[in-house]
């Protein structure tokens, strides 16, 4: 007998989601023993994590704020997977787009209208990612060059660019030496509704926005089909350099918006770890959605909620943050290895009567 | 010796005492790199090692014990990785970055169990000699042959082991990957599988080879840290370092042995940003000779290679052809 792997022509949607399911609880029986083995209580563990995700109405506002940045970086990040380009640059968009943000609102006028400036710090986060993230991808139009190592590193310019401009150039001379810099002006805050910033109102429109670029444009069509296949969008008289280039605007110019709705919703400073590895998250947030932007939403406001009641778990318990991580890095193992059994099967193989006469 | 040439040495000598963990992260890397398999897990790979020596050290105060540890412990991490991209088929940047989250939430979790104990005495100790130094008593203050040799052994002999541990391995592993069947299967499967395949290399095995070795380095690399650098443990010990070794890979253009300079380059650089406003006041305040700036130098000239590579478009310089790719041989 020999155990072979065959692709699967077609899964039923309910025996994919059955098998994911089943890859959560097991992760979660793995996070379990770890638990266990670091001697807590695992049940107290996971209980306390539900609770300060969703116990209260606080706890479930800290949620959706710590999920709003995962959803639209995660948007962002999708369009240009869409392509086939592994955009892990989304950090370094993040950073280009708080920037700009950041010195937009320093030098308007503190006494200008709320909505201008806000809208005018949207834009330049906007035009910030976009200019960030269109060098990686002009090279490889033009040249080739890998995506994803270049995209990577320009993280790391990024993060020790802001690290300098916190130390050295924006450094608030008010901060009495400490190396910071100064807070945006309360104009440049974003409002509340319902006792959170409106950054949930707009990862919901971009949800829908993206989602009919993909489906409804021209552009988002033939961003799917440059995707699906290079040789076929050449074929039918493509762009694919233009696509892709247009493309890469829209997912670096919504990963910089993210760097600004972080700076005016939640964070007021610029720092060069604003992002928080949000970049990163939204890599594995994106591909775990399947690049659907609903699917995004769902996915993002799962990990707020992980991350959130890691926060929880360890002010209750004690239990370290860093096991929390741990234990969101097993549960991302479990969900990545059970795709391979949604797109394949395995098939025993008996020996048919012919070849054992054969042999 | 003169004070200048002195500081000199000594800047040079601190380059390569911190360019050693980047070698043998570098090589781990370039090994798992050239079978096909981009591993984004470094950090976290170095970072299990890291925590898993210091324990072990702590435990055990056996030098050997600690190194092995912190090599399982990243060779466990890789093993996942391994399992998940070559038999599962999974993404590989997705989940090399799932165990960089994994490992330095695991790393930091055990780390801490030690309290910020000391290293103990008998390791560090081990750490803190240097086998090759010479003697220098009666010939230090004879005319030129005194000096320059006071300036070798302060910039190059009086480094501890795992300074030319790293650099034999980057020889070690260049004959390996040149000059043996071993090397050349693995180079074959990174850039054609299909075609090492086909030739009855067995492209799983060597894969998973590939890329243990990769995680048994990282965990050298790793355990570089709490044993030889800092002495205990501190929350997330490598600082990033995983990153700067995943460039210096495509900087060194996935050469061992160019490895060794590139790192030492790295290095020399981030010795350079810390130093440079006490060596030069004038340049304090400025911020492209900042520190900082310096941390960024590195990523910028990776890029410029990266650039410079796919314009030369030279065969060789752009990496193995499959790397990233999962391979799976068509069956119906």
Known sequence: MRIRIVQRDHIAGGKAALIRVIAIVLSFLVAAILLGVMGYNPWQAFGSLFKSAFGSMSNIRSTIITAIPLIIISLGVAIAFHMGYVNVGGEGQLLAGAVVATFISHNLPTSLPKIIMLLAMAAGSLLGGMLIAVIPAYFKAKFGVNETLFTLMLNYVMQYYVLMLRTQTWKDPKAMGFPKIAAVPNNAILPKVFGIHIGWIIAIILVVLVSMLLRRTKIGYEIRVVGASVNTARYAGMDVNRVILIGICMSGAIAGLTGMVKLSGTTYNLSESIGGGSGFTAVIIAWLAKLSPVGILIVGFLFGALTQGAVGMELALGIPAALAESIQGLILFGTLGCEFFVNYRLVREYPSKATKEAA | ?332
């Open chain 2, 1 to 332: 010796m003169n004070s200048v040439s002195l500081s000199i040495a000594l800047l040079l000598a601190s380059g390569i005492r911190i360019s050693t963990p980047l070698i043998l992260g570098a090589l781990g890397e370039t090994v798992t790199e050239r079978a096909g398999h981009l591993n984004l897990g470094v950090e976290g790979m170095m970072m299990l090692g890291g925590a898993l020596a210091y324990t072990v050290a702590l435990h055990t105060e056996s030098v050997i014990l600690a190194l092995l540890g912190g090599m399982l412990g990243a060779m466990f991490g890789s093993l996942v990785y391994a399992f998940l991209t070559v038999a599962l088929r999974a993404n590989q940047t997705v989940t090399g970055l799932a165990l960089t989250t994994f490992g330095v939430g695991l790393g930091n979790t055990i780390g801490k169990l030690g309290n910020g104990a000391n290293v103990p005495s008998a390791v560090t100790q081990f750490f803190g000699k240097g086998p090759l130094t010479l003697n220098l008593d009666g010939i230090e203050n004879k005319p030129v042959i005194g000096p320059v040799l006071t300036f070798i052994n302060e910039a190059i002999l009086k480094h501890n082991i795992f300074v030319y541990l790293a650099i034999i391995l980057a020889i070690i592993l260049y004959i390996f990957l040149f000059k043996t069947r071993a090397g050349l299967h693995l180079r074959a499967v990174g850039e054609s599988p299909a075609a090492a395949d086909a030739s009855g290399i067995n492209v799983n095995r060597v894969k998973y080879t590939g890329i243990l070795i990769g995680g048994a380095l990282a965990g050298l690399a790793g355990a570089y840290y709490p044993l030889a650098h800092i002495g205990t443990w501190t929350d997330n010990i490598t600082g990033g370092r995983g990153w700067i070794v995943v460039a210096l890979v495509i900087f060194v253009r996935w050469h061992p042995i160019k490895a060794i300079f590139g790192s030492f380059l790295f290095g020399l650089l981030d010795i350079i940003g810390l130093r440079l406003p006490t060596l030069f006041p004038g340049v304090a305040g400025l911020a492209i000779f900042s520190e900082y700036a310096f941390n960024m130098y590195p990523y910028i000239m990776t890029i410029i290679v990266l650039i410079a590579s796919y314009i030369r478009g030279r065969k060789g310089w752009m990496g193995p052809a499959a790397l990233g790719h999962s391979y799976f041989r068509e069956e119906r």
